[in-house]
């Protein structure tokens, strides 16, 4: 979050400058067709949502850059306020309404200064959203991609690292997801199905966390089904991989009835069964 409130403090400090420097723009009165429309000056109308931003009031602070962008827009103010107002929106954790408001700043702006913290507020959007691994997991496919554009597109803007980080931790959270699966199909003896979970993280999700467990489960599986060799190759792999950990430990056990096997609660807890 911290580039995020960097980004902010410079963007109003460079607007205090320019609304110093501009030309004050006369007010026109109420409108007929509309009571509640009143034309402000639109130094007037940005300060107050600026305002609203720092008093932590997001909902106001969003209608009010709206309202730049629509009683000025041909002015300067109008393309900074379309980014405030989404900036507003995901601070009050309004994430579709600031997703809309991106995309358009994006599509009207593609070259302006602040896309790359577009593109890089739209991925925060996406990322908040991510659910525990019990749960669907489209939202976190949708960060991956949107991280990934950020990294792609903007590789050595400030926003990039964090981008970076990021995605690995998406792509951790989406093999979790499999491993859950996993976890279910093995607990109710569905070998197969959970073989083909866990060969899912070992081939697309090599770097992750689970990589070690998913051999392990994997060799536990295969031992239930009687088929032995491919157990002992897997174990093989874990053991060379990853030589300390208690997962090839729990295989080396299985395998050859040596080492010590982790005590009963501990199994049941891998399996989510607590």
Known sequence: MNVVFSWIRGSAAGCALIVAASLVLAGCGSDDDNANYVEQPVEVLYNRALDDLGA????????????????????????????????????????????????RFIQLHPGHRDIPYAYYLKALCYYEQISDVGRDQRMTQQALEALAEVVKRFPESPYARDARLKVELAIDHLAGKEMAIGRYYQSNQQYVGAINR?????????????VPEALHRLVESYLSLGVKQEAKETAAVLGYNFPGSEWYQDSYFLMTGEGERPPDETRRWFFGLF
């Open 56 to 103: 932590m009031n997001y909902k106001a602070a969003a209608k009010g850059f709206e309202e730049v962008d629509r009683q000025h827009p041909y002015s300067v103010w109008a393309t900074k306020a379309q980014i405030m107002a989404a900036f507003a929106y995901y601070q009050s954790n309004k994430y579709d309404d600031a997703i809309v408001a991106l995309d």
């Open 198 to 210: 866990y060969r899912v993280v070992i081939e697309r999700y090599q770097t992750t966390t689970h």
